[in-house]
């Protein structure tokens, strides 16, 4: 089964209290990329300027990544990002968001990808998501990530891409300020009375919920003794449920539990370096211990136990 | 096996978005008797002023807790604690705490509680705590409490206590400022580090995470639809804890699971009503049923799914 990501491809300066790096690889669709291809054929869908370093892309390709849909504008710039983490780890200050290519591009899915089995449609706008989407066939999945912006700007927009797609993901401040309620819970449930089979909310360093009409799932987040940069944990937790659900016999319920946990897996990775630099040497058996970790850090035999 | 709790007994007057009650049954000792009696014989060892209403020292009788440890003294005032939640029920401001008794009486234990197999030192000073331990034989295991106040005015006693008893409980934010980290495992190892066997530190909504030098488990909270009142919930989750424990085989690792897991439950219906409300009419078979849906919502086979 093969896996289309369509996100941005970025340059970000991002500084931590454990370092900085500058003009590195980001971007939803790296991120998500490197994590979705550990477990099924992956192919990204991007667009980047002339300043792009055709290092990232013979790295790109070089990592397994099907880039036939990465677009290079000549006269253009590549989306830039810079951001500097507090020390919570939790908090951080866009200092600059250069949207460049992102701005006036939206790249259209070239024939050859256009019968992707699982799909991923990383944040931009709900237009683009539901024109990204009007351009392939059905997949058998579908999953969509959003942004506080939209939620402000786009609301009547978003609600119609939730509806269009088989899994919503969004963040815990998401969800509060979208369902307009403090429950998590209570906003998973709107989003399923909305049409959307099953919502992920993302809880960070707390781990995330996934819901659907018959089922809550708690997944915790995998603990870390350190954090070094946190940026792209979203977008590789997406990744890695998606490549993993793709190589799945079945979609069943206890599919999407292990799908989780690999995210959860491979976000932890993420988040203990720079950029992609630990994504990018990542192994499909250093993911599979870090779950069989976090099976041993949650097990308990609570009917057994009951007297 | 018996279960002595050790802590506060107060009137309190709280404030959420869903409500308010004035002066009702609060304080360490009646939540977490309450819990632990659930699992096990309870004893509560506290001390109250002449104010304090028949009606209550009543139902702890009837709720079939040993109230022998409950001091009352004729010319005091019982500790009163007025509060008021936010919006988003994590922050409250305190508006009142009126300490009365609490300042001048710390009850000694009388001879027939002396020897519990089971002995919860909820928060109050370390020295408090301290010389509470010297008066019982020592028990099968000891679990302590503390709070902020005591890691800025009396760490030095604080680290002593904590090498004292054999698990410490702790939130978040306290382990972040007795640790110095931001990362909770290494808070928990600092901890370890100094001699208590087991860590367990509350996260509130997101759950617990109980570290020992051999083992994490990561423990969900039971996702509310609406939290009404959430005092009394850590009190709640570690006398149902602490109460579980004393009617488990052995206490292995996976009686410790198990124990948390009840605590997460009793600690959810406590947050459904203000005060001791939910708590006092709670059975057993809801502690199970809540137990088995926690199961249910965190199970995943991550070994048997792997390729």
Redesign the interface.
Known sequence: MTVLIVGSVALDSVETPHGRVDRALGGSAPFASLASKLFAPTALLGVVGADFPAEHIGNLRRWGIDIQGLEIVPDGKTFHWAGRYH???NDRDTLTTELNVLATHHPDVPEPLSRPDFLFLANTSPELQMKTLSQVERPRLVLADSMNLWIDTAREALWEMIRSVDVFLLNDSEAHSLCET?????AARRLLDEGVGRVIIK?GE??S?MVTRD??????AY?????CDPTGAGDSFAGAYLGHLA??KTLDE??H??A??AGAAVAAFNCETFSIERLSGLTRADV?AR??E??????????D???
Do not use: W, Y
């Not at 089922?215 to 915790?220: G, I, K, R, T």
């Not at 976090?294 to 009917?303: G, K, N, Q, S, V």
């Open positions: 020390e919570n780890m403090r429950s998590l819970l209570v809880k707390h781990g919920l089922s809550v799932f708690c997944a915790p603990p870390l003794e350190r954090v190589q799945a206890e599919a539990r292990c989780l946990i599979d779950c069989r976090i099976h041993a850090m949650t097990r308990f035999e609570a009917l136990s009951l007297p």
